[in-house]
């Protein structure tokens, strides 16, 4: 059996209004449509990507998880506590670390 050659491209056939041709064909020339059309199905999929994954991942934070932040106060000691343990640390701190292990 011969082996399958996948292909690389495929040629499309579509509908659509003839006022929406008419714009097209006013606005890109005929020699950039392909390419035109290809960002624009990029850029829509990865759209509707993200969309799915929000809906995929809605409700994975729950407030009543973390009662802290109910109050600017507790918003504020999260992110400090945040901040202070993504600080660089000093080269000291760091040697130490390595010479514990």
């Known amino acids: 059996m011969g082996a399958t050659v996948e292909k690389t491209e495929i040629r499309l056939e579509i509908t659509i209004p003839m006022a929406l041709f008419k714009e097209l064909e006013a ?3 005929a020699e950039q ?3 035109f059309f290809t960002d624009l199905l990029e850029r829509e999929l990865r759209r ?3 969309k799915r994954a929000l809906k ?3 409700g994975a934070w729950k407030a009543e998880d973390h009662p802290e932040l109910a109050e600017p106060d507790g918003v504020e000691k999260y992110v400090r506590r945040l901040r202070e343990t993504w600080m ?3 080269w000291d701190e760091i040697i130490a670390e390595d010479i514990d292990e």
Request: proline letters at 13%; charged letters at 45%; aromatic letters at 0%.
């Open 27 to 29: 606005n890109i020339p």
């Open 88 to 90: 660089p640390r000093s």
């Open 48 to 50: 509707e990507r993200l």
């Open 56 to 58: 995929e991942s809605a």
């Open 33 to 35: 449509r392909d390419r």
